[in-house]
Nanobody
């Protein structure tokens, strides 16, 4: 299973970005998918998660600003990031749980300027 994250970039505070994570590799079904963020000099932290049934969870810091979604037919997960703040600057990694195994994407950098 391979995860390909994309959509990062440089944006001004208050702006928006949409991240995508496409899974490939002969996948029958994916259980939980998640986005993690790792800010410079900090540990990787959970940003948002979504189950195969569509149940969503968010870190308190992004509630009301970020929206996680997934397209099960395309094995793709998204993160709509609105009202971005400089403190959202991080490398964002996607994660997928498939057949009881954990998979990570390569990360995509989001930089929010003030």
């Amino acid at each position: 299973v391979q995860l390909q994250a994309s959509g990062g970039g440089l944006v001004q505070a208050g702006g928006s970005l949409r991240l995508s994570c496409a899974a490939s590799g002969g996948i029958f079904s994916i259980d939980t998918m998640r986005w993690y963020g790792q800010a410079p000099g900090k540990q990787r932290e959970l940003v948002a998660a979504i189950t195969s049934a569509g149940t969503k969870n968010y870190a308190d810091s992004v509630k009301g600003r970020f929206t996680i979604s997934r397209d099960n037919a395309r094995n793709t997960m998204y993160l709509q990031m609105n009202s971005l703040k400089p403190e959202d600057t991080a490398v964002y990694y996607c994660y997928a749980r498939v057949m009881s195994r954990n998979y990570w994407g390569q990360g995509t950098l989001v930089t929010v300027s003030s």
